[in-house]
């Protein structure tokens, strides 16, 4: 039978990725070898980083929660092999170097989540721009071509900001 890799974590069974992202970063931070000064921390820290890799990867999560209350082994499954074992390959490497080296290594990086606040600035930002764009357009009246400019400028980057924010805001919506 398989560790329980949400119990490890401490996330639920339907953690987003952000859940999941935010636990790695909490959980790694209190087994990191460096940090922490003990028998067990090695192997916690090696555990922690297996249960990241399966759980944010979708193809090996859904092989995972398939079979971990079971008897039947997804070590058969040859992407699941795989990911075991970059998995603990990764976590072997990341043990033996000190917090700081770890801590600024890309892969560690991209497990940084985006505060909310971001996203409610990005929104408000959006709604200005997107309101300005429209609004030039009928105040520049005798300047009818900076007010075009300014529409095909500012509408557009508010939109994006504002699909941007909600796309943010959605997967954070489980943390606030």
């Known amino acids: 039978m398989l560790h329980d890799y949400y119990n490890t974590l401490g996330i639920p069974q339907d953690a987003s990725d952000m859940e999941i992202k935010k636990a790695y ?13 003990s028998n067990k921390s090695f192997d916690e820290f090696m555990l922690v980083n297996e249960a990241y890799e399966i759980l944010i990867h979708h193809n090996t999560r859904d092989i995972y929660n398939q079979d971990y209350k079971t008897s039947h082994d997804p070590m058969v499954y040859e992407a699941y092999y795989h990911w075991i074992n970059v998995a603990r390959d990764r976590a072997l490497k990341h043990s033996k170097m000190m917090w700081k080296e770890f801590a600024g290594t890309d892969f ?5 989540t985006t505060p909310y606040i971001i996203h409610l600035v990005g929104l408000m930002l ?7 764009g ?3 357009t009928f105040i520049l009246k005798d300047n009818q071509a900076l007010g075009v400019v300014l529409f ?12 941007q924010s909600f796309a943010g805001m959605r997967a954070l919506k489980r943390y606030h």
């Open 126 to 132: 959006g709604i200005i721009l997107l309101m300005s």
């Open 152 to 163: 095909f400028v500012l509408v557009p980057i508010g939109v994006f900001l504002l699909l």
């Open 108 to 112: 560690y990086k991209h497990t940084q």
């Open 25 to 37: 970063r909490k959980c790694v931070r209190a087994t990191h070898p460096d940090l922490i000064k």
């Open 134 to 136: 429209i609004g030039f």
